[in-house]
């Protein structure tokens, strides 16, 4: 189904893609949310990839919620990917990094590709999408 061009837009609460990552701009807060796929392929990593650098060249400032929650293990060529991934965002404009995440164990994976990403800026690990959103909204809540 096209739209007819002069019809009225419906309101873009964000932009989101369909893929196994799912990726949503929230635009009046500058927050880029990812949430996780249990079991991402390379195939999956691979396409996240491309169309998240070409999201966040666009954003300026811009801080990160990324929920990790229904992730089931990263490989550690996962992790140093990912871990790539976060020192690009960081030099395109990332200010702030919340991750969900819903075990130990997938925080200590956090927390390794934060060190490996050799990010300086504010990152936190959440155990909900609420807290992770309410430490980004409002950062002078320390």
């Known amino acids: 189904m096209r739209r007819q061009h002069g019809g009225p837009s419906p309101p873009c609460l964000g932009v989101q893609t369909r893929m196994?990552?799912?990726?949503?701009?929230?635009?009046?807060?500058?927050?880029l949310e990812v949430v996780y796929p249990p079991q991402p392929s390379q195939q999956d990593v691979d396409e996240y990839l491309s169309r998240v650098r070409e999201i966040i060249e666009g954003l300026g400032e811009w801080s990160a919620?990324?929920?990790?929650?229904?992730?089931?293990?990263?490989?550690?060529?996962?992790v140093a990917v990912m871990a790539k991934l976060n020192a690009f965002a960081q030099l395109k404009g990332m200010k702030r990094s919340a991750r969900v995440v819903s075990t130990a164990a997938s925080g200590l994976q956090a927390w390794r590709m934060t060190k490996q990403a050799m990010l300086n800026i504010p990152a936190r690990?959440?155990?909900?999408?609420?807290?992770?959103?309410?430490?980004?909204?409002?950062p002078d809540d320390e």
């Open 20 to 31: 196994p990552f799912q990726i949503t701009v929230h635009q009046p807060e500058r927050i």
């Open 65 to 78: 919620l990324v929920d990790q929650s229904q992730l089931r293990v990263m490989s550690a060529t996962m």
């Open 125 to 138: 690990t959440f155990e909900t999408r609420d807290e992770a959103l309410a430490w980004l909204k409002n």
